[in-house]
């Protein structure tokens, strides 16, 4: 049976169904037969989720309708539904916001339901949170969450560094703000990955000072000048963080194509006397390595210079 004409959003209520005549045992054959895929109590999607953070978000969808303007979504979940990247997120649970004053936090079935903040800056959404007061949420329990989520939201013109502050002051008293706040400066736009955020809270965590988006002076086939994703402030050497998205290609050709100027582009970097640091999310677990190649590099850097 196709049940997308019970859909909103993706997602239908058993209840909804039960007014169409599709009762239970109606849906029990549809789960079974792989058209009905159950997502939350009394609440199913029409298609399989693609992934874990598509099934938060089909889950966020049900959630939503089953509380009908009373509640926005709101920390991990708010950054999901706004389409911003996740770090450290829980995906299993979901979170909302009441709308109204004056009700009280609850707990069930991985769906936390917060008590409303009101702030007259970060209005709500119609379905979510302001998307800077999401942000920190996020980071209320990852500081790596609200980093990775807030650096794309700036990129994008989402939110600005005074609403993030202010959403700071709107969860005053909350656990996890001390750590969060203390992190806010750390905002930086031209990270233009969560993998160059997560370099930077490495390296930051490391001790060293970086350079983000550094031009060390070389150019490109088109003559613009080229970039490095970081300097060590005061040396020459270059951090470069390899994401799979760099190396996302069509083709075996193009997959050549890309790792050859990669290469060219990092020959030129030595070529003016850089030491380069290349960094993957296997290195970014695994900071006491991250460091030792830095230091090597520094080292020979001064020997170079010397």
Request: aromatic share 8%; charged share 25%.
């Amino acid at each position: 049976m196709n049940l997308g004409f019970l859909a909103r959003e993706g997602v239908f209520s058993a209840a909804h169904a039960r007014e169409l005549g599709i009762g239970s045992s109606s849906l029990r054959r549809c789960v079974q037969g792989g058209t009905a895929f159950p997502l939350h109590r009394g609440w199913y999607a029409v298609r399989p989720p693609r992934d874990e953070r598509d099934r938060h978000r089909l889950r966020t969808s049900a959630l939503l309708q089953e509380y009908a303007g009373d509640a926005v979504a709101c920390h991990g979940s708010a950054v999901v539904w706004l389409g911003l990247p996740t770090e450290r997120v829980d995906l299993g649970t979901v979170h909302l916001m009441w709308v109204g004053p004056d009700v009280a936090f609850r707990s069930y079935s991985r769906v936390r339901m917060h008590e409303a903040i009101d702030h007259p800056r970060l209005p709500c959404r119609q379905e979510t949170v302001h998307p800077a007061l999401a942000v920190v949420q996020s980071g209320l329990l990852d500081v790596r969450s609200m980093l990775v989520a807030g650096d794309e939201a700036l990129r994008r013109g989402t939110v600005t560094r005074d609403e993030l502050q202010a959403a700071a002051a709107a969860l005053r008293g909350q656990r996890g703000l001390v750590q969060a706040r203390a992190a806010i400066p750390w905002f930086d736009a031209r990270h233009e990955s969560p993998g160059e955020t997560m370099t930077a809270y490495v390296l930051r965590g490391l001790g060293y000072e970086v350079e983000p988006q550094f031009k060390p002076g070389s150019r490109g086939p088109g003559g613009s000048p080229e970039r490095a994703d970081f300097r060590i402030k005061g040396t020459r050497v270059l951090v470069e963080f390899d994401g799979a998205v760099k190396y996302a290609a069509d083709s075996p050709e193009q997959a050549q194509a890309l790792l050859f100027a990669e290469k060219r582009r990092e020959d030129g970097f030595r070529l003016l006397g850089y030491e380069v640091v290349r960094l993957t999310w296997a290195d970014l677990h695994r900071p006491g390595e991250v460091r030792a190649r830095i230091e090597a590099a520094l080292a020979r850097s001064r020997l170079r210079a010397g």
